[in-house]
């Protein structure tokens, strides 16, 4: 049974129990969230600040975030707005770690690429 209003992905097919889907947009949450863990990470591109997270559908968490999955591969493009002071190939050495450790252990799918676009440079006194 595939959803019309979101793309999913097969994980599993179990002939006892049926079969787990998982949508693009969850895969997509995963890395944001991942992303925004990493010291030195600002936010998500067009995504607010992590304080308001609580606050939000999770729609707004996976702003930023592109994902692509094809035969169980997943090709993630991150847009990151960095703090200033921080080593920005060090920084993003751990935004793909981190996203693509996420990504396999919570949905076993296999991590092709994790593509980190830095847009912005947040100083300290922004808001």
Not at 56 to 84: C, F, M, P, Q, W
Request: glycine share 6%.
């Amino acid at each position: 049974m595939e959803n019309t209003e979101l793309h999913t992905y097969k994980l599993e097919n179990d002939e006892q129990f049926g079969e787990v889907r998982i949508a693009d947009e969850v895969v997509a949450i995963i890395a944001g969230l991942a992303a925004s863990e990493v010291e030195g990470v600002a936010s998500m591109a067009g995504n607010v600040t992590r304080e308001l997270i609580s606050k939000l559908s999770t729609k707004s968490l996976s702003k930023g975030v592109r994902i692509t999955v094809e035969d169980g591969t997943v090709t993630v493009a991150l847009a990151i707005n960095l703090r200033y002071g921080y080593n920005v190939p060090s920084t993003c050495a751990q935004i793909q770690e981190k996203v693509k450790t996420a990504i396999e252990t919570m949905t076993g799918l296999n991590v092709a690429e994790v593509n980190v676009k830095i847009v912005n440079v947040q100083m300290e006194d922004e808001k």
